[in-house]
């Protein structure tokens, strides 16, 4: 079985998963974030190398202001432990998206995740937080027409390897396989420049309930396409 090098997921059911289980919604999100180690790990032990997680979206501060409150309550947690796991499981964390946008203190704690972390030569593991890939775009042609502006390149020079330099994924290759859990098949503003090729993959199965074995199906699934790129496949 060919394993994927990069694999995205949009982590979607947490709040559906908890009120069917008769809990609140942020009971949901806990289980969602403590899901995510299970899956880093299970997934470097298949073989994957990179590992990208639609945790936060621009678009999610419109949520009630409590379910953000417990959000930004969870991620700074998330942060803190995090350093521990990268530790222990040899992961690279790096985060994508506006990280101007979030509370001071979170930003240092995303500053020293990624400092800590950036010579662990385990799973390559990015978190979307405050992303969405419009602004992304947009933030990037704003810092390329800033060092146009300083005559740092000729328009001549500018291609997509160019322009993806300008991306919160710079260094970073494209997704092979895109997983959406619990239902919904939309990509919902998530790297939109980046999956271009991507093959999709949607599950019905919410993100608190994925585990390796829903990971494997993916996988399988991923197996059966035809990656042509545009071209055609010789007889």
Known sequence: MEIPQHVAIILDGNGRWAKQHGMPRNYGHTQGAKNVEVICREAWNLGIKYLTVYAFSTENWSRPQNEVNALMKLLRNYMKNCIKTAEKNHMRVRVIGDVSGLDSDIQESIHKLEEFSENQDGLNFQIAINYGSRDEMLRGMKKMLADYKEEQFEPEALDEAKFETYLDTCGIPAPDLLIR????????????????????????????????????KAIEDYNKRDRRYGGIKEE
């Open 181 to 216: 859990t619990s239902g919904e098949r939309r990509l919902s503003n998530y790297l939109l420049w980046q999956l271009a090729y991507s093959e999709l993959y949607f599950t019905e199965v919410p993100w608190p309930d994925f585990t390796k074995e829903e990971l494997v």
